[in-house]
């Protein structure tokens, strides 16, 4: 008897041993449109593929820089127009076909192609000819000298799909990650599998579940209850002090690319009036914005630019907390009519919304808030550019040049501005690069295209036993690749 | 509970909120509007009788105005069903049995066969979320009930003796209706009146709850409960105040509907001997 009660102990601690966990549930906020990043903008799409399903030739390493991936190298031609990057070799599609340089042409032309739906045709926009030397070898003549390509190619825009899979990409995604895809319950999940036969390192997770909550109360009871275990992009920051306090969790705090911003429509009067724009900047104090709609997460920024971004330049002094400043632009003004102030659903939009609505109140400009869910905000906003002011977080890495873009919804139009993006498109060299990503700076600060609030915190909650989550957020992801359960 | 003691309750407890409400046009402990970052979350002291919400708005200045808005919705939404139904209800009852009397009481019937709040979720939806657009919602779900009431008691009334004279001496029906129908049927509708004004509360308080009533920086004490939603472990009092007004409210008109019926509801008063 004695004996047998030893055995089953044994058998029950060694089951115990044995049972570390290997599957994980993600929470994000927003459910992707569709699973194929090549044909979508929604950065939901980029948070469940990037680096788990899709791979491109180069790809974002956890602090930003550029890795390799399905090309081991590349090697430039003196004059910096032809990149040839070296393939891996055995690497497989999901549904078991090879990935060899013919797919990696067959990536590249369909996302620069004119017809193409891909979200950032830029990417592409200077590549001249893309040719498979030999299947592992791929050669990408370019119009001009590109430094700036191998971090071009690192996008999740720009991952390698295959002409086999790539019709049912959107709610079938067969990639070369380490994770391939296997099921999504709209409106509430999306799951996926270990890929056994992955060419790199295997990840130590044998299925992730992305589970889509986007109410922040339900977010944080899923979280309490256990439902998920880590929220990467955790939507409440008020309740993060009280899961600091809990030994059961740990709260990730860390910087994203976005760059939260007070977009103004550019063309619409009365905001084409560069006095009224500087004198809403003027108006607003960054730090209210941060302590109160962020409960202190965020940096304040005085231009589209991240502030860990090495060629960063400081300019909130341009637009520092001044109602006098402000008051004094809107005296010059004259009337003005209240402002329609359209709020996304994000806690920065809404919360942010109300504490600058009362702030442009005090120095005599008067706001209408509407809330508007995304994909009202998208038709309406975005589109449709019907709109005085909106709050937006723009989370795409290195994204000044969308300032060039005069049909961009905020509609600024500076010929000289276009100028600096173009050449900073075609410099390889570091030093006049920085000189121009400062000048970029500069220039739309100047022109207060828009008021600049603050850098986007990424602030994630997850279990306490669980590592290898990414702190920041180069880019729009959820890399799974190196997460485990450490007991 | 005594009849005259549930009145007086209700309509004490009533009449704290509307003078909280009419006080708040002329004073407030703070500015509603003005965000003051600086003291978010205090406790209640001195300064902040009820403490402060996340943007450092004193919760306390914040419940008057948001009575100010409670009370505006449902008393509009109750003026529209009165000045509605009513009209429809007498001319109903008057016309009895009438085309007339058909479409009314089957439009009606429509209007009731739908989830009132779902409806009122639609048009805020549709014509966008706004405090009008919520009054609206709410009265035009009150417009039935007053027809309904007007339209029973009314037609008990026509059947008796001294209706029957002035049609002897040659009234109108329209006439009969508004000079002898209507005095009435008065005590009744106050008491509805009451009882509807109450359920208008609430529904104005679970539309800005969803976000469809009053629109920020209008204080409401629906919008209050699901902004505090999030804080609630760590601040509950900010999610308890707004939730104990809206109760308190609603409980004291409920009582005072109550008492009111007993008051002048003859039916009532008999039966209860």
């Known amino acids: 008897m004695k004996q047998l009660t030893l055995a089953a102990v044994l058998a029950l601690t060694a089951g115990i041993a044995h049972a570390q966990q290997d599957t994980i549930t993600l929470g994000m906020v927003l459910e992707p449109p569709n699973l194929d990043p090549t044909g979508g903008a929604a950065a939901a799409i980029d948070e469940v593929v990037y680096a788990n399903v899709f791979e491109g030739l180069t790809r974002f390493g956890p602090d930003g820089a550029v890795q390799p991936a399905l090309a081991h190298s590349w090697d430039v031609s003196e004059d910096g127009t032809v990149y040839?990057?070296?393939?891996?070799?055995g690497v497989t599609f999901h549904d078991g076909t090879a990935m060899e340089a013919d797919d990696v042409v067959f990536s590249l032309d369909r996302a620069r192609a004119e017809d193409s739906t891909n979200a950032q045709k830029a990417l592409f926009a200077g590549i001249e000819s893309v040719e498979a030397v030999d299947p592992l070898t791929v050669r990408?003549?370019?119009?001009?000298?590109?430094?700036?390509?191998?971090?071009?190619?690192a996008w999740g825009d720009a991952v390698i799909v295959a002409p086999e899979s790539i019709e049912t990409a959107a709610t079938e995604p067969v990639g070369t990650g380490p994770f391939s895809f296997s099921e999504w319950v709209q409106g509430d999940r999306v799951t996926l599998t270990r890929f056994p036969d992955y060419w790199g390192e295997a990840p130590a997770l044998a299925e992730a579940t992305f589970k889509f909550i986007s109410d922040p109360n339900a977010a944080f009871a899923a979280m309490m209850a256990g439902d998920v275990d880590a929220f990467p992009n955790f939507p409440a920051p008020e309740t993060l002090a009280q899961f600091q306090a809990d030994s059961r969790f740990k709260v990730i705090v860390g910087s994203t690319e976005g760059e939260t911003i007070l977009a103004m429509n550019n063309v619409e009067p009365p905001l084409d009036d560069i006095r009224l724009r500087k004198a809403i900047s003027h108006a607003i104090n960054r730090q209210d914005i941060i302590d109160g709609a962020m409960f202190g997460f965020g940096t304040p920024i005085g231009s589209h630019f991240a502030p860990h971004n090495p060629d960063y330049v400081d300019l909130t002094g341009l637009s520092g907390h001044d109602p006098e400043v402000a008051k004094a632009l809107?005296?010059?003004?004259?009337?003005?009519?209240?402002?329609?102030?359209?709020?996304?659903p994000p806690t920065y939009a809404r919360r942010g919304g109300e504490i600058i609505a009362a702030q442009l109140r005090e120095v005599g400009i008067e706001t209408e808030i509407t809330n508007l869910e995304w994909a009202q905000w998208l038709e309406q906003v975005f589109t449709g550019k019907d709109f005085d002011l909106t709050i937006v977080s723009h989370t795409e890495p290195a994204d000044i040049n969308i300032y060039a873009r005069p049909d961009y919804y905020f509609q600024y139009d500076n010929p000289e501005f276009q100028e600096v993006i173009a050449e900073l498109g075609v410099t390889a060299d570091p030093d006049r690069r920085s000189e121009l990503n400062k000048a970029a700076q500069k220039m739309i600060a100047e022109d207060y295209v828009n008021a600049y609030l603050f850098q986007l915190a990424k602030t994630g909650v997850a279990d306490a036993r669980i590592e290898g989550l990414w702190e920041n957020a180069p880019t729009q992801a959820n890399d799974l690749t190196a997460v485990r359960w450490t007991e | 509970?005594?009849?005259?003691?549930?009145?007086?309750?209700?309509?004490g407890l009533s009449a704290v909120f509307l003078l909280a409400a009419l006080l708040s046009f002329a004073w407030t402990p703070h500015d509603v509007t003005a965000l003051n970052i600086a003291d978010k979350l205090k406790p209640m002291s001195a300064t902040y009788p009820l403490g402060t919400d996340h943007f450092g708005r004193d919760i306390l200045s914040m419940l008057m105005v948001g009575a100010r808005t409670s009370i505006a919705v449902a008393l509009v939404a109750v003026g529209i069903g009165v000045g509605l139904g009513v009209p429809?209800?007498?001319?109903a009852a008057a016309n009895r049995g009438s085309l007339l009397d058909e479409v009314v009481m089957r439009g009606n019937d429509l209007i009731f066969a739908f989830p009132s709040l779902v409806i009122a979720i639609l048009i805020t939806a549709v014509f966008g979320p706004s405090a009008l657009n919520a009054i609206l919602a709410i009265g035009i779900?009150?417009?039935?009930?007053?027809?309904?009431?007007?339209?029973?008691?009314?037609?008990s009334l026509w059947t008796l003796d001294y209706v029957l004279a002035a049609r002897v001496a040659g009234k109108g029906r329209l006439r009969i209706s508004v000079e002898h129908i209507l005095p009435n049927i008065t005590n009744l509708l106050i008491v509805q009146g009451t009882i509807q004004f109450s359920l208008g509360i609430l529904a104005e308080?679970?539309?800005s709850y969803v976000g469809l009533g009053a629109q920020p920086p209008t204080p409401s004490w629906g919008r209050m409960l699901a902004e505090a939603q999030t804080m609630i472990y760590t601040n509950p009092a900010l999610a308890i105040l707004p939730g104990l007004a809206i109760v308190a409210m609603v409980l004291g008109l409920n009582l005072m509907g109550d008492g009111l019926r007993d008051l002048l509801d003859p039916r009532v008063r008999r039966a209860r001997g």
């Open chain 2, 205 to 207: 308080a679970a539309l």
């Open chain 2, 1 to 11: 509970m005594r009849p005259g003691a549930q009145l007086w309750i209700g309509a």
């Open chain 1, 330 to 344: 809107v005296a010059e003004v004259g009337e003005v009519r209240p402002l329609r102030l359209m709020l996304p």
């Open chain 1, 140 to 153: 990408v003549t370019l119009a001009e000298p590109n430094g700036n390509f191998p971090f071009n190619m």
């Open chain 1, 84 to 89: 040839t990057f070296n393939l891996n070799e």
């Open chain 2, 88 to 91: 429809l209800g007498l001319l």
């Open chain 2, 141 to 155: 779900f009150n417009v039935p009930v007053f027809a309904r009431v007007t339209r029973g008691s009314a037609l």
